[in-house]
């Protein structure tokens, strides 16, 4: 009896010490911050442009093949079957091109994307830890993570907004 006594009293401390060193928690609103940063502002319409550059490229080759398709379609019941051959092979080879070019601009496009957007997060990260060492949290959740059930915890996005300037 004694023994379970002096194990019950063991086990209660260690929740009691357990309870004592709980964790400090906040949360942040990420999306809200990234998005009031000019430098993302400004990384997001460079990206933006680059894209519809990329697609207005694509596009224009690809109404380009759609005429010559148009073309050689009317024209075929005219050519001789080896004329036929070589366009058909011209207008797969061009269309292969141009899954290239998508490909490539896909490529290129997310290159350009974690290069404009690495800067950015470093300088999140970095204002983050300095509010989160500055405050004692020890942990601090995404406010817009649907994995989020409860919050109860102090909000980090004021701090991390006045460390960032905005």
């Given at each position: 009896m004694k023994k379970l006594s002096v194990l019950f009293a063991a086990v209660m401390m260690f929740a009691a010490v357990g309870v004592a060193k709980a964790q400090k928690v906040?949360?942040?609103?990420?999306?809200?911050?990234?998005?009031?940063?000019?430098?993302?502002?400004?990384?997001?319409?460079?990206?933006?442009?680059?894209?519809?550059?990329?697609?207005?490229?694509?596009?224009?080759?690809?109404?380009?093949?759609?005429?010559?398709?148009?073309?050689?379609?009317?024209?075929?019941?005219?050519?001789?079957?080896?004329?036929?051959?070589?366009?058909?092979?011209?207008?797969?080879?061009?269309?292969?091109n141009i899954a290239q070019m998508e490909q490539a601009a896909q490529k290129d496009l997310g290159e350009k994307t974690d290069a404009a957007y690495a800067p950015i997060e470093k300088k999140f990260n970095d204002a983050v830890s300095k509010v989160a060492t500055a405050n004692g949290w020890e942990l601090i959740f995404d406010a817009n993570n649907a994995g989020l059930i409860y919050k109860n915890g102090a909000d980090a996005t004021a701090a991390v907004?006045?460390?960032l300037g905005l």
């Open positions: 906040a949360t942040l609103d990420v999306a809200g911050i990234l998005n009031l940063m000019p430098e993302k502002k400004k990384a997001d319409e460079q990206l933006l442009a680059l894209s519809n550059a990329k697609r207005a490229e694509i596009e224009k080759q690809m109404k380009s093949a759609q005429e010559l398709y148009a073309k050689y379609a009317e024209e075929a019941p005219k050519q001789t079957q080896q004329v036929n051959e070589q366009r058909n092979a011209e207008l797969q080879k061009l269309q292969q907004k006045k460390e």
